[in-house]
């Protein structure tokens, strides 16, 4: 199990995967990831090459899967940057709250599956970065 630090960081989960002739699984249950399961909700229909995104939260965690195709997701967390390529469906990006995110470069027809540890609410959302780095910088977030 990870320590409680190292899930206030941005990394990958390895969901596993069941390889099959038929085709393969894998699978998300609650124990999976680092929070428990409020919301699910997928982006599709992006045209390539295209964005979606570019907000942070208060208080929502999130996992971040591409079920078919691929995309990139930039992340800052105040301090780091970096921009993680996701084209594996056994694999998750976990995103911690107070942490910038943007998917960008869609390939066609790619669909993004996103699980959220809070219900929708728009409080949450951050939407200007130059306020989520103020917020950082005050340590307010």
Not at 30 to 41: D, E, M, N, Q, V
Not at 96 to 124: E, M, Q
Request: with cysteine; glycine share 8%.
């Amino acid at each position: 199990m990870a320590s409680k630090k190292r899930n206030n960081h941005v990394r990958i989960i390895n969901l596993g995967k069941i390889r099959d002739k038929r085709g393969n699984l894998s699978v998300v249950e609650g124990s999976t990831l680092p929070f428990k399961i409020a919301r699910t909700y997928w982006i599709y229909d992006v045209p390539g090459g295209k964005d979606r995104g570019g907000h942070a939260y208060h208080c929502s965690h999130e996992v971040i899967i591409a079920l078919s195709g691929s995309f990139e997701v930039y992340v800052n967390d105040g301090i780091r940057e970096q921009t993680i390529r996701l084209e594996q469906c056994d694999k998750a990006l976990y995103i911690p709250a107070g942490t910038w995110r943007h998917l960008c470069k869609f390939a066609t027809n790619s669909t993004a599956l996103v699980i959220a540890s809070t219900p929708y609410s728009p409080r949450d959302y951050i939407r200007n970065f130059d306020h989520f780095i103020e917020l950082k910088r005050e340590k307010k977030l």
